[in-house]
């Protein structure tokens, strides 16, 4: 065990050498590349090109994230280059960890029920994180899959005294207050001191402290941990409600934690779980797991909630939209298509956006509206190639009900269906970490790329509001950043009006 794995106290049987799990060796490998000073993509795919599986799996994986682009990828340099060196550093982590640990065998644990439960928990950890826009999706799936390889570990190592935790749990899954009560201590300090161990990214070993706290957690003020380690303490409920024999203390600490976390409402956790189910299946044959399958979770609510929710009115109505000719056209015309990208082009946003407006202005409950438009540094060379993959980057880094287009200047605009502040707040700090210079994944900007930015927002479009209103004002707003250099992202403050050219600008580097 290294060194930083000493702050957290184990008990002696698991202090010995060979007593932890290692690392599969590409895995330890590629953890060490990306440590290194200067380390690139090239670096990554040479590493990752050993193991068969990986790269394998980091296929269908860039390519799910392309699907509603219509394109795909066939080589794992393609692929790395779409998901970006910090998704494939983790997503190789959880592809190489999944085929290593064991998946039979266990005496009285229940591998079984182990991986349904760890999936569980990815599966929806990843869910939240892309639903509230967050940038951390894959750090979500790692933790959720991660979170109780504690239990494994003490199951394998201690197995007569964690045999009596189980023989307490009976036909449930121990808690880590029975882990408390007959050991001293719970599987989450077990698990951290695994990831101190294996020396996994710093952001992952913080996240998994906010979210299962134990007396060596460091102190986190990082907002984006934070919110990822909520994250996951939602994504923990989610699984106890779907796994447990009673789940009805899951969904009260559910519904209570998210509205406080997040603002969510119940009709919101309703729908983000409605294919819950599905998901994990997929996943689960994606990562090598066979076939892991859960209940629908509206199976689960319907036997909790009496009467059942009535959603109808609360959630934004984007109907109108949807099924406006205009929209429809502008996703789904090939002659509308800009020629080196494949993306929507000018003419096609145009028409998304006054169907976006236009919906709005007629939907009952309409939601808001935002818009962001990213400038690539003109002083920096450009080519059929690096827009094609600054595209392919773009497209897996937004959702696919959302309209990404080039527009005929260069400029690439994103047209949410449906957004919130806060969404645009994540969606705008998303792909700012993404493309900034020297980012958070290690790699700087796709392809060498920089940007000016701005992202416009309108909570309640009025009458009169046309599109070319919004886009003259987010056009200004790029123009501020522009001037202020490459690599400046600037926000209209939340509720501005349409067509509005004054009112104050948020405005800042990409490295506060």
Not at 116 to 133: D, F, K, N, P
Not at 181 to 208: K, N
């Amino acid at each position: 065990m290294n060194d930083s794995a000493g702050r957290i106290p184990l008990p002696p049987p698991l202090r010995g050498e060979g007593a932890l799990p290692a690392l599969p060796a590409m895995a330890v490998e590629m953890l060490a590349r990306c440590r290194s000073d200067g380390a690139t993509l090239e670096d990554l795919v040479e590493v990752l090109s050993t193991d068969e599986i990986v790269s394998e799996r980091l296929l269908e994986f860039a390519n799910s994230a392309l699907l509603e682009l219509g394109t795909s990828v066939s080589t794992l340099e393609r692929a790395s280059l779409v998901l970006g060196m910090r998704s494939v550093q983790i997503l190789s982590l959880t592809v190489s960890l999944a085929s290593h640990l064991p998946h039979e065998g266990g005496g009285e644990f229940d591998l079984a029920r182990f991986w349904q439960r760890s999936l569980v928990r990815a599966v929806a950890g990843r869910t939240l994180a892309a639903e509230l826009r967050t940038m951390t999706d894959d750090e979500a799936f790692l933790c959720g899959m991660l979170g109780e390889i504690g239990q494994l570990v003490l199951a394998e190592q201690l197995a007569e005294e964690y045999g009596q935790v189980l023989e307490h749990s009976g036909d449930d899954w121990p808690t880590r207050d029975l882990e408390q009560r007959l050991l001293g201590y719970d599987h989450s300090e077990i698990t951290a001191a695994i990831f101190e161990h294996w020396q996994l990214p710093t952001f992952v070993r913080l996240a998994h402290s906010v979210a299962a706290p134990h007396p060596a957690s460091p102190e986190v003020s990082c907002e984006e941990v934070v919110e990822t380690g909520r994250i996951l303490v939602l994504a923990e409920h989610i699984t106890e409600l779907v796994t447990r024999r009673d789940p009805e203390e899951a969904l009260e600490r559910l519904e209570a934690q998210a509205r406080d976390f997040f603002g969510m409402t119940p009709c919101d956790i309703d729908r983000l779980l409605s294919d819950l189910h599905t998901s994990v299946r997929t996943a689960s044959a994606m990562l090598g797991l066979g076939e892991i399958r859960v209940r629908p979770v509206s199976e689960v609510l319907s036997g909790l909630r009496h009467p059942p929710l009535d959603c109808e009115e609360e959630a934004p109505d984007t109907r109108p939209i949807e099924t406006d000719p205009r929209w429809m056209r502008a996703r789904a015309d090939t002659s509308l298509r800009d020629a080196e990208t494949g993306l929507p082009n000018q003419e096609a946003f145009e028409l998304a956006l006054a169907a976006s407006i236009d919906g709005r202005l007629a939907s009952s409950e309409p939601p808001a509206m935002g818009l962001v438009l990213l400038a690539p540094d003109p002083a920096e060379e450009n080519g059929p190639d690096a827009e094609r993959a600054l595209t392919e980057r773009l497209a897996a880094k937004i959702r696919g009900k959302d309209l990404l287009a080039r527009l005929s200047d260069g400029v690439f605009a994103i047209l949410p269906l449906s957004i919130t502040a806060p969404e645009m707040r994540m969606l705008t700090r998303r792909l700012r970490h993404e493309f900034q210079p020297e980012g958070g994944d290690g790699q700087g900007p796709a392809s060498g790329r920089t940007f000016c930015a701005a992202a416009a927002l309108v909570e309640s479009p009025t009458q009169g509001a046309d599109a070319a209103a919004l886009l003259a004002r987010a056009r200004l707003l790029l123009e501020s950043a522009r001037a202020k250099g490459a690599d400046h992202w600037i926000h209209s403050p939340s509720g501005s009006c349409l067509g509005s050219e004054t009112g104050r600008l948020d405005a800042g580097p990409a490295h506060p």
